[in-house]
Each structure stands twice: as C-alpha cells, then as structure tokens.
C-alpha cells in the first residue's frame, strides 16, 4: 500500500495552477492536506513561525517572484539544516532550461524534477518517495 501524504505544500505564484494541483491532489486520493503559498517568502517565515509542522512534500515552482525556487531551498536549507533535507522536495516548473533541472538534480534535497501540469500518476510516485525515505 502506498503511503498518504499527510501534508503537501504548494509553492506556485499562480494561483489557478494552485487550484488544480489541488485537485489532483484529491484526485490521487494519497493527500490528506495541501497548504498553498503564492510567494516563496511567505511560506519559509511560515515554516520558520511553525517549526513543528510535519511536512511531508513540498511542490515548488523556480520561476517566482521576490524569492524563486532555488532561492527558497538555499534559505531553508541554512534556517533548518538537516531537518529541512528529511523532507521531500518536488520541483514543479515549466522550465525548459537544462541548467535548471541540473542544478535541482544537484541539491541533496530535491527529491523530483517534475514538469507541470502536476498528474495524479507524479503525486503516487511522489507517495512512494515517502516510503523510500522512511525505515521500515
């Protein structure tokens, strides 16, 4: 059995792009709760206001502004260190920028490099990366 997200987090400055990964997000049946933020800023001060919250995946756009992608996971990365990496990052862009997936693929913490639109087939492999990251 593949295991529920508990809680995904959605980092995308579009909000209609929001609203329907939600709903694939409730499609795919594996998400319990979804949290959206339309800026990056505003999602690492409330990660930092709300250090307990358990996060189990976090689906976030480059192309953003006042703080993009990258920007985000380099701030998080130094806020929370480690604790930070035991999440599993998801970069969900329209990038067509090779330079960009490399430099995804070369951060510890991103997880996937996803090209939108968001699938219920990506949020059920996306399951099995929990499993992956977890000792059984």
Known sequence: MTKRIKLAIIIDDDEVDQRIYRRVMD???????????????????????????????????????RMNGFEFLDAAMQEFGSAFARMVVVMLTTSLHPEDEQRAKGMEVVKEF??????????????KLLEQREPQ
């Not at 090209?115 to 059920?124: D, F, I, M, Q, S």
């Open 114 to 127: 996803i090209r939108k639109p968001l699938t219920v087939e990506h949020v059920a492999e996306v399951a």
């Open 27 to 65: 499609r795919s049946g594996l998400v319990d709760n979804v949290m959206c933020f339309t800026y990056a800023d505003e999602a690492l001060a409330h990660l930092i206001a709300h250090p307990d919250l358990e996060v189990d995946v976090i689906f976030l756009d480059i192309n953003m502004p």
